[in-house]
């Protein structure tokens, strides 16, 4: 079965630089949620969407963006990274906003 | 934001050993899931409990929801060494669509 998609799976940066991680959900998933996991840590949620909507948002520092498009896939946009950005970031789909989420195999950043 | 405690955090045991871990919070859950997680890899869903008091089972993993749905537990039955890994329990916030992870249990079965 087809599995959630994260691209790229590893990236890295310097300090102040941009950054664009994608996610393309399970086919006929609506709603996508962003996760940011630090060494040794828990995944704390970041945002979601839902039908190409902001439906809710968590810790998420103001120097990232998101959406969803069209096609229900979603981007995260990370500028001016820190050296505390350096993460795994997974992405995660359901089917309608208060379904069963399944998780991607993340992205791991590492900002130098 | 609720909080979901797990326990233990770390767990050793021998191979045919029987384990239970604990995933409990003082706020009513309307699901929980249990995930397990291998290193650099995605959290891959086991299974979702509803109903307070459901029990589930998978093959020797039996999975349980606390009538008040507010605390869960995860038996693993003659633990094996592919039961190796990251779990970890997370419910919906407040009935919000994110999900609020238990800190983990880091299992580790000896052969």
């Known amino acids: 079965a087809a599995g959630v998609i994260q691209s790229p799976r590893h990236l890295i940066k310097e300090k102040r630089e941009t950054a664009t991680l994608k996610c393309y959900p399970i086919p006929r998933h609506d709603t996508v949620y962003w996760y940011q996991q630090g060494p040794g840590q828990d995944p704390q949620f970041l945002i979601s969407f839902y039908e190409k909507m902001q439906s809710d948002k968590g810790s998420i520092p103001d120097r990232f963006s998101a959406q969803q498009f069209s096609d229900y896939h979603s981007e995260l946009n990370m500028s001016s990274l820190e050296l505390g950005d350096s993460a795994l970031y997974f992405c995660?789909?359901?089917?309608?906003?208060?379904?069963?989420?399944?998780f991607g195999p993340g992205t791991r950043l590492t900002v130098l | 934001t609720q909080l979901l405690e797990q326990s233990p955090q770390f767990l050793s045991i021998q191979e045919g050993e029987n384990l239970t871990v604990y995933c409990n919070s003082s706020?009513?859950?309307?699901?929980l899931q249990w995930y397990r997680q291998e290193p650099g890899e995605g959290p891959v869903l086991l299974v979702t409990?509803?109903?307070?008091?459901e029990v589930k089972k998978l093959k020797r993993l039996t999975f349980q929801f606390g009538d008040a749905r507010k605390d869960s537990s995860l038996h693993i039955t003659a633990a094996q060494p592919g039961d190796t890994g990251l779990y970890l329990c997370a419910g919906d916030d407040q009935g919000a669509q994110k999900l609020v992870f238990g800190q983990g249990t880091r299992l580790t079965i000896n052969p």
């Open positions: 706020s009513v859950f309307s699901s």
């Open positions: 995660a789909s359901s089917l309608g906003a208060a379904s069963e989420q399944f």
């Open positions: 409990v509803v109903t307070g008091g």
